[in-house]
């Protein structure tokens, strides 16, 4: 899926001439969408008339404010929050028309909180992840087995496969939830706020991971706080005030001054990152200008 901004023509044009943070909208096809979407929780709206595609194999980020939408889109997009109006599509069909088996083997989720049951070890709860695949007529297989051990090799977790869950470090622990939704073996990957609560270091380890699985042919579609980690990381870039889309597109495209400005009320700079080149937002602080200490 391309999200290099071409030529725009009709509605898009006027749209991206009238706010210089929208970028030429991604083409159509994608296997995961949301169209004119009313999402809210009971009768509080979060967002209204909402329309969001995710491009293929990418890398795409959530990005804005606290109490922006951010999680309650990717509820929507994951069906654990079922449109007031509008639909999520999956594969073209309403993703309410699916069975719940049928969506967990499509679309895998880590929640931004995860409890594992008390004295289960790490090898048990990433076969968890295979139980979309179960049934009456089909138990375990061979083809578990192999699918779960991947998925531990994948996030380095298989020395850990004996280890009680509730033993572990933070980062182990948050590794071993991936595994569990690599395991059941979809290409989508939905992450909800992934990297809260981890220091720094097991950040960056889950940052790349992801970045691997992305590489790999996976789409995901990440929830960060961190802007500059959503600019290093992410391909597609979704940036969300008050429940709307007010920017995406590549990081490079969208990440200006002027859009955290307008989106954080954060003054700042833009720069370079010196490791990737790609935006690195540089806070100025309340009333200080460009370039004094």
């Keep these: 899926m391309n999200t290099h901004t071409g030529l725009i023509a009709g509605p898009a044009a006027d749209a991206a001439e009238s706010d210089p943070h929208l970028c030429a909208p991604p083409a159509r096809g994608a296997r995961l969408r949301v169209e004119a979407a009313t999402i809210g929780y009971d009768r509080r709206v979060i967002s209204r008339d909402l329309s969001v595609v995710i491009p293929d194999e990418s890398f795409t980020v959530i990005v804005g404010p606290n109490a922006c939408g951010k999680s309650t889109l990717l509820r929507g997009l994951s069906r654990l929050l ?10 073209g069909a309403d993703i309410s028309s699916f069975k719940t088996k049928e969506v967990a083997q499509r679309v895998g989720l880590l929640p931004q909180t995860s409890i594992a049951p008390d004295g289960i070890t790490v090898a048990d709860l990433v076969a968890r992840g295979r139980y979309p695949y179960q049934g009456f007529i089909r138990q375990w297989t061979e083809a578990d087995e192999q699918a779960v051990a991947r998925a531990m090799d994948q996030t380095a977790v298989t020395d850990l496969s004996g ?28 992450l909800d706020e992934p990297t809260t609560f981890l220091d720094i270091t097991h950040q960056i380890e889950l940052m790349e991971l992801f970045t691997d699985l992305h590489h790999a042919g996976h789409t995901l579609v990440a929830v960060l706080h961190d802007l500059n980690q959503a600019a290093r990381y992410g391909t597609h870039l979704i940036a969300m005030k008050d429940g709307a889309v007010v920017a995406e597109g590549a990081p490079s495209q969208i990440v200006t001054a002027e859009l955290v400005e307008d989106v954080f009320g954060l003054r700042c700079l833009v720069v370079p990152d010196p490791v990737t080149g790609t935006p690195h937002v540089v806070p100025l602080g309340r009333d200080r200008p460009a370039g004094q200490p």
Aim: aromatic share 2%; hydrophobic share 50%; glycine share 8%.
């Design 163 to 190: 280890r009680l869950v509730d033993e572990l470090s933070g980062g182990q622990r948050q590794r071993v939830w991936v595994a569990m939704a690599l395991a059941q073996h979809t290409s989508i990957l939905l």
């Design 82 to 91: 079922k449109p007031l109006a509008g639909q999520v599509l999956l594969d």
